[in-house]
């Protein structure tokens, strides 16, 4: 190996896995761009089996904030997969978790009602554009909303001004569905109360540590110790590489296999999968 090989993060030896976490859409399945139908990916359903068949730990993770987890698993099983519901995690509930921990009592939410939904099942106060005192908050919670209009923004930045910290579910551009690359409504949200305010946005989807760090906490696993597949190189990748973890890449939904072999530093996964069950093959 020659010396520039050796820096090069591709290279480095992977730890060992004790847990995987897996991403939903453009991994496991492919859903329509309204979120509803969900075509399910080859394999998925065999390699979810399997862990559970060896009781190895793993947890789905999107960052769709659309639907509270139960929800979302719910039609994740109906569509063939199974998972459990304390097995499925959202931005929302990293966020409830966070903000939790920090203090934060009231909370204005940019999004659909499951947007907000674990944030009140943890015992804050979810508050919507035009319902009293909505800038009287702690913080500002911008997740799935594809209604978004400009009072939306302006309440946000109101109440950014008046103190409140910025949280948002997704700082992505982009997600796979069937239908081929969709927007990120959060990243565009952002996007705008970020130009009229200069707030410091906390992300509590990923490629955040703070997701990575949740989610090895319910695997029962440090970070380091940790599978992560996925289909995003500045997602997944970028997200397993800041941790130590192992970065599994598939070809199913944003990246092909001549785009991975183009990616290099933090953006280059440690293998690339041409079948979701060579997952197996770098399990103990």
């Known amino acids: 190996m020659s010396s520039a090989d050796a820096k090069d993060p591709a290279h480095d030896e992977p ?46 993770f999107t960052n769709g904030s659309h639907y509270p987890p139960a929800e979302q698993a719910a039609k994740l099983r109906s569509a063939g997969l199974p998972v459990d519901d304390a097995q ?8 409830a978790d966070h903000m939790s921990r920090a203090g934060i009592r009231r909370t204005l939410v940019l999004g659909t009602r499951g947007v907000g939904h674990a944030l009140a099942a943890a015992g804050i106060e979810t508050v ?11 913080a500002v919670y911008v997740g799935w909303h594809p209604e978004c209009g400009m009072k939306d ?13 910025l949280y948002a ?16 409504y959060s990243f565009a949200i952002v996007g705008a109360i970020r130009r009229l305010t200069g707030a410091r946005t906390i992300v509590t989807g990923k490629p955040s540590l703070h997701a990575l760090r949740f989610a090895a906490k319910r695997l029962g696993s440090p970070m380091r110790h940790v599978g992560v597949v996925g289909d995003d190189p500045i997602v997944e990748v970028v997200m397993a590489r800041r941790a130590g973890a192992t970065a599994l890449a598939v070809t ?3 990246t092909t296999i001549e785009e991975w072999q183009r990616q290099t530093g933090t953006r280059r996964p440690h293998r690339v999968l041409r079948e979701l069950s060579e997952v197996l093959t770098y399990l103990p």
């Open 252 to 254: 199913t939904g944003m």
């Open 128 to 138: 919507y554009t035009g319902e009293s005192r909505a800038a009287e908050v702690d």
């Open 88 to 95: 499925m995690f959202t931005p929302s509930v990293v966020a």
């Open 153 to 165: 923004i302006e309440a946000a930045a109101h109440a950014i001004w008046g103190g409140a910290k």
């Open 15 to 60: 730890a060992r896995i004790a847990g995987v976490m897996f991403d939903v859409d453009g991994t496991l399945l492919l859903s329509d761009r309204a979120l509803s139908g969900y075509e399910v990916l080859p394999g998925a359903v065999e390699l979810l089996a399997t862990l559970r068949e060896r009781d190895f730990p793993f947890v789905l």
């Open 169 to 184: 579910a997704s700082d992505v551009p982009f997600f796979a569905t069937r239908h081929g690359r969709t927007i990120g």
